[in-house]
């Protein structure tokens, strides 16, 4: 068999491109997207392995644009990445530009659709590894900015928001440099962990020399193994996780937690602070623990996620009947992050975190955990009053938070041409 010489095979490439031509010219967008959007047959699937996952539908899209940007109310998916970037733009108008870009390409990815066709001397449009169509996938990318980028290169330190500061280190973390803050955080999640590396691979390539990455970390939600489909999730002590959250659908008690108002930079109006925490959890040591140790240090029942003594999940763990923590410790998990008190009622938060699993570390432990997320109106307000309860509960000595950061969740994009951040640059 002769070598591939690379000048013939692209001349033979040309020919084929260009004997299929009329047919590609033929066939319009919309139609070559909605065909390859139509899940297979039940006899597809019979000869097929991996059919069962390219069944699934991938039609679902977000959009990007809108008064809020969507990756903070929006339900959660099963797979995601977070991905903090540094700038090396060498001056103000070169960052915007590519924060246009991102957002640009973000709208583009979100929307689904056919990838162009280009010449063949040419490099691809898309990488094509989600083949040739990007199917929607639910997929929602948000973009957040952190107080770094508020210093003195880019001439925005008058415009950075109010509470945007580094994210501080409290008494049980041991922050690692080089997983803790960044310039920029793009959170990326959709329902197949395809579609998130294909968008991270796409918005990095927009940026490139331009945005550089820190750091990044992958998660994942549970599968919803029920005993209903309101059960919450595990995380990775077992335990069901997010039981307790402010309904999102709730729009007035949304601008009383989630959104900024008037009080803060009249740019960031319509954002929201998050809040991340790359927490280990040291679960070969936790697996030691008695389950009835396990369920006080957390105040529910592992198996039913039910407060204790109760039988239900979102039952109300009732703290006003139990003041001295003989039912539920005082020192519990859920009892200290939400007291459920008219004092603390404004210091809820919208949490939206995921598992991960990055393999083992130097000295063979598993290296699993929490990304916590969180998304504030005021983190003064909300996340360190909790954060700062929760460093004196049992559970410190099972889990580390190693990094993270806090940033800045821009209105989204309000219309044709806006990105996210455009108001940054209006003065």
Same mark, same amino acid.
């Given at each position: 068999?002769?070598?591939? #010489? ?93 924060? =246009? ?9 979100? $929307? ?5 066709? !280009? ?19 639910? !997929? ?63 918005? !990095? ?10 750091? $990044? ?11 209903? =489909? ?14 307790? #959250? ?144 929760? #460093? ?36």
């Amino acid at each position: 068999m002769k070598p591939l #010489n690379r000048r013939a095979f692209l001349a033979r490439s040309t020919i084929a491109v260009g004997g299929a031509a009329g047919v590609t010219a033929g066939l319009a967008s919309a139609e070559r997207a909605r065909a390859a959007l139509v899940p297979l047959t039940a006899e597809d699937a019979s000869n097929d392995a991996g059919a069962a996952a390219s069944a699934t539908d991938l039609s679902t899209s977000r959009p990007f644009a809108g008064v809020h940007q969507e990756g903070v109310l929006t339900p959660k998916p099963a797979h995601a990445s977070l991905v903090a970037l540094d700038s090396f733009a060498p001056d103000r108008a070169t960052l915007a530009q590519a924060l =246009k870009a991102l957002s640009g390409r973000a709208q583009e990815l979100t $929307a689904g659709g056919p990838i162009p066709l !280009l010449e063949v001397d040419a490099p691809p449009a898309d990488s094509g590894i989600l083949g040739p169509v990007n199917a929607p996938d639910a !997929l929602t990318i948000t973009i957040g900015f952190g107080a770094s980028l508020f210093d003195g290169r880019y001439g925005l330190a008058s415009q950075r928001p109010a509470e945007l500061i580094p994210m501080p280190s409290f008494p049980v973390d041991q922050l690692d440099p080089t997983l803790t803050h960044g310039d920029l955080l793009i959170q990326i999640c959709a329902q197949h962990r395809d579609t998130v590396v294909h968008a991270l691979r796409e918005l !990095l390539r927009t940026v490139r020399g331009t945005l550089q990455q820190r750091w $990044a970390i992958d998660g994942f939600e549970g599968a919803g193994r029920g005993p209903t =489909k309101q059960s919450n999730p595990r995380n990775l002590f077992a335990f069901r996780d997010g039981t307790a #959250n402010p309904p999102a659908d709730d729009a007035a008690l949304m601008n009383q937690l989630t959104w900024v108002g008037g009080g803060d930079q009249r740019w960031a109006v319509g954002g929201t602070y998050q809040v991340v925490r790359i927490i280990r959890m040291h679960v070969e040591f936790w697996d030691r623990v008695a389950l009835r140790e396990q369920e006080n240090m957390i105040g529910r029942s592992r198996d039913t996620g039910a407060p204790l003594g109760g039988t239900n999940e979102f039952e109300d763990p009732r703290f006003d009947l139990d003041p001295n923590g003989k039912r539920i410790p005082l020192t519990a998990h859920m009892r200290l992050a939400n007291p459920r008190t008219p004092a603390t009622a404004n210091q809820r938060m919208i949490r939206r975190g995921f598992n991960y699993h990055r393999g083992f570390d130097k000295a063979g432990q598993l290296d699993q955990g929490l990304v916590f997320i969180a998304f504030n109106q005021a983190p003064s307000r909300q996340f360190v009053p909790v954060q700062t309860r929760l #460093n004196q509960e049992p559970m410190i000595d099972y889990i580390t938070p190693i990094g993270g950061g806090y940033f800045f969740v821009p209105p989204g994009a309000q219309s044709q041409g806006d990105w996210v951040g455009s108001g940054l640059f209006l003065t």
